[in-house]
């Protein structure tokens, strides 16, 4: 099989695309102040209860839960279900 060697060649996108003016330098402008430190927020400890659900992903469902925890996917709603009702009991 030959390869394709007659295509039309295409212009790039790069220039058919304008590029916005440049902004003016704002020269009277005062120097930036010095900001407080922001405090990090602090990480959410893992909920005790569980809370278990289910969640299609394509053909594929599967049980998932607020604490992180995923079940293995299957095509089955119901055994992802049960999945999910047998994590929560844990």
């Not at 900001?35 to 927020?41: A, C, L, T, V």
């Not at 299609?56 to 049980?63: M, N, P, T, V």
């Not at 604490?67 to 293995?72: A, D, V």
């Amino acid at each position: 099989m030959e390869p394709h060697t007659e295509a039309t060649p295409a212009p790039p996108l790069a220039s058919s695309v304008p590029l916005p003016p440049p902004r003016p330098a704002a020269e009277d402008s005062a120097p930036p102040q010095q900001q407080p430190p922001q405090q990090q927020p602090q990480p959410q400890p893992p909920p005790t209860a569980h809370t278990a659900s289910t969640a299609d992903r394509g053909s594929f469902c599967l049980a998932v839960c607020a604490c992180g925890w995923t079940g293995p996917a299957r095509r089955s709603r119901d055994l992802a279900r049960k999945d999910a009702a047998r994590h929560a009991t844990e």
